[in-house]
């Protein structure tokens, strides 16, 4: 009964959270961005107290439910290794000894990255992120090519339930990343289940060692277990010692595959007591031979240790990525020198302490103007967003980026707060325009730009030329992306490392009063 329960429960949040990255139409409803506002990492980057309390207890109380239930790329896992099963009926799993010492050292270094300000390892290994980024430049492609077939079905019928939408690689470096990250972790379910949660994942370590001290757990009842081995054939997270009847708590995802297993109902779950518990651990310890090694063999002292950088990598927040300030606008054979941060952005130090480039930003921006960076921000900030103005421009009204990301990289802002924010600064290059080299009219700049920071000035005779005021320019890129002037734009977008509120002081125009028809 609780293996269903969990196996109902893991399909509906990975179902819902994998549609709500595809969801290009807005069919869903926005209250279904709390499934990334719970994933442990956003939670902690947004310092989302509630959050972080509900999943401390939850795992102090069942053990790794969030393991087996919540994170998408542990149902991933899942999904994976039951194909893998189907594939091959005879295949068992085995127990394996805790590689403790690598996991130790993926963690600390995982902490000590966020602390530099160095996101990228954050982002790299991060399940939710990863999985992002494995939905929205895998699975979405794929997702927007059916469309656009049942687009082409549909309106030959003359129904337009569908439209058809644009395809493009958003990016080439985000993309064979994603690859990667897709055929590996997929490559370790298949071979060994949850292998990358109890090996790589820091999340998955850091719960570990919580759920070493969960409530309630999988015991095996030593009065009537006889050892056989079955349910350490069934656990995914090779955790369980039948020969020497003890699990591995920190490497238990709760899976509760090995409950339906046993003949003798010798495993359950159940409430245990810390004296029970400190029993069970004496008993196991006397059970042990001279050659075997504990796979629990962290001490208090490394726990300590391990809870000091947590503890600092949640104070840090001010301190983070100072040194890093000057690597984060390496100079290129390009004129953009500073790229355009999302709005909402109030420094590229913020975006780099907050952003785990899980790309629901990407995904869900309906101008299609947010792309994953390269090196832009320097390699901390690879993968993280930044405007590009090659297939659009930034809707002077739109706020969906900050109000979906779920770490407070981008901050919400309300439609106002977005029209008088300044993600970057217009520039001209006079000797581009086209009113400057071919002496004829054009104003496309200016007709797209909603602050007036370009207008049109008296040039030759009857001819106006672009003039800027980069004061009060929004960033929005309307301009650059209309500019005609090929091969290179006369007008485009420089961005700001911090991003500010402006004030836009509009011309007056008198009202013009029409007593009758004007014919």
């Known amino acids: 009964m609780l293996k269903k329960i969990r196996v109902t429960l893991s399909i509906l949040l990975f179902s819902l959270i994998t549609l709500y990255f595809l969801d290009f139409r807005e069919f869903l409803p926005d209250w279904l961005q709390w499934l990334t506002k719970v994933q442990l990492v956003p939670a902690l980057l947004a310092l989302n107290v509630v959050v972080l309390v509900g999943l401390l207890l939850l795992t102090l109380l069942f053990g790794r439910v969030y393991c087996s239930s919540i994170c998408p790329m542990g149902i991933y896992q899942d999904t994976v290794a039951w194909l893998s099963k189907r594939v091959n009926k005879k295949k068992r799993y085995r127990y394996n000894k805790a590689k403790n010492g690598l996991r130790l050292v993926v963690l600390i270094s995982t902490v000590a990255a966020f602390i530099l300000g160095v996101t990228l390892l954050v982002g790299l290994l991060d399940p939710y992120g990863a999985y992002g980024r494995m939905v929205t430049h895998l699975l979405r492609p794929v997702y927007l090519a059916g469309n656009n077939l049942l687009a082409l079905i549909f309106t030959s019928f003359n129904n337009f339930t569908f439209y058809k939408v644009s395809l493009y690689i958003v990016s080439v470096s985000s993309l064979v990343i994603s690859l990667i990250t897709l055929l590996g972790i997929g490559y370790m379910a298949w071979r060994g289940g949850r292998s ?29 277990c006889n050892a056989c081995g079955l349910c350490a054939m069934k656990c995914k997270a090779s955790c ?12 238990c995802v709760t899976c509760f595959n090995c409950l339906g297993s046993c003949h003798r109902d010798a495993m359950e779950y159940k409430l245990t007591s810390p004296l029970r518990r400190k029993k069970a651990e004496e008993t196991s310890e006397a059970r042990k031979t001279n050659n075997q090694v504990p796979t629990d063999n962290l001490d208090a002292s490394k726990r300590r240790f391990l809870t000091v950088l947590l503890a600092i990598s949640l104070s840090a927040k001010e301190l983070v990525a100072k040194s890093w300030s000057g690597k984060l606008l390496p100079k290129r054979a390009f004129k953009r020198q500073t790229p355009i941060a999302p709005p909402g952005v109030p420094s590229i130090d913020h975006l780099l302490q907050k952003c785990i480039s899980c790309h629901l930003c990407v995904s869900k921006c309906p101008s299609r103007v947010i792309k994953p960076a390269l090196l832009e921000y320097g390699l901390g900030g690879m993968m993280q967003p930044r405007l590009y103005f090659d297939r659009g421009f930034c809707n002077y009204d739109c706020t ?3 109000d979906v990301c779920p770490t407070g990289a981008i901050l919400p802002l309300t439609k106002e707060e977005k029209n008088h924010t300044q993600a970057g600064q217009v520039q001209l290059i ?15 700049c200016s007709e ?11 040039y030759k005779e009857a001819l106006t030329i672009p003039e800027i005021n980069p004061k009060i320019c929004v960033g929005c890129g309307g301009c650059e992306y209309v500019c005609p002037a090929i091969p290179y734009k006369a007008i485009y977008v420089e961005g700001v490392i911090a991003q500010r509120r402006i004030t836009i002081e509009h011309e007056e125009v008198d009202e013009i009063q029409v007593d009758d028809f004007g014919f």
């Open 196 to 224: 990358y949660c109890n090996t790589v994942c820091p999340v998955g370590t850091l719960l570990g060692f919580l759920s070493h001290y969960s409530l309630f757990k999988v015991r095996i009842d030593e009065t009537k």
């Open 400 to 402: 969906v980026c900050g």
């Open 430 to 444: 006079l000797e581009n325009c086209i009113v400057y080299n071919d002496e004829t009219s054009c104003g496309a």
């Open 448 to 458: 797209h730009c909603p602050t007036q920071a370009v207008r049109m000035v008296p």
């Open 240 to 251: 369980i010692d039948a020969k020497n009847k003890r699990i591995d708590y920190s490497r």
